[in-house]
Nanobody, 124 residues
Framework: QVQVVESGGGLVQAGGSLRLSCAVS????????MAWFRQAPGKEREFVAQ????????YYIDAVKGRFTISRDRDEKELYLQMTSLKPEDTAVYYC?????????????????WGQGTQVTVSS
């Protein structure tokens, strides 16, 4: 049974930083692309960033480009999201996902494995 567990969320002031982690167990997801999504209160879940299985290619939405960095440790089976210069509009539950279905990297249907999310709250 695959388990995907996020951690590292919390409350931070605007301009601050947080590092999210995602640990995977039960299966080697090293061959799959992995991504971060987020869902703000009252909004739909949105794609944030993706990293290729090799770790050499990444993609970000414009809203986080230059502030967030996605990375992975294939040996430790972990995914990370380093978030800096945080803004109140980054407040959301952040989800880790893995998968390679061909719906497009920003489409939730492309991902088979999901965590339960970790809350990030940025105060102004």
């Amino acid at each position: 049974q695959v388990q995907v567990v996020e951690s590292g969320g919390g409350l931070v002031q605007a301009g601050g930083s947080l590092r999210l982690s995602c640990a995977v167990s039960g299966r080697d997801l090293g061959e799959l692309p992995m991504a971060w999504f987020r869902q703000a209160p009252g909004k739909e879940r949105e794609f944030v960033a993706q990293i290729a299985r090799t770790g050499y290619w990444t993609y970000y939405i414009d809203a986080v480009k230059g502030r967030f960095t996605i990375s992975r440790d294939r040996d430790e089976k972990e995914l990370y999201l380093q978030m800096t210069s945080l803004k109140p509009e980054d407040t959301a539950v952040y989800y880790c996902a893995a998968g390679a279905r061909m719906y497009g990297i920003q489409d939730q249907r492309s991902y088979d494995y999901w965590g339960q999310g970790t809350q990030v709250t940025v105060s102004s």
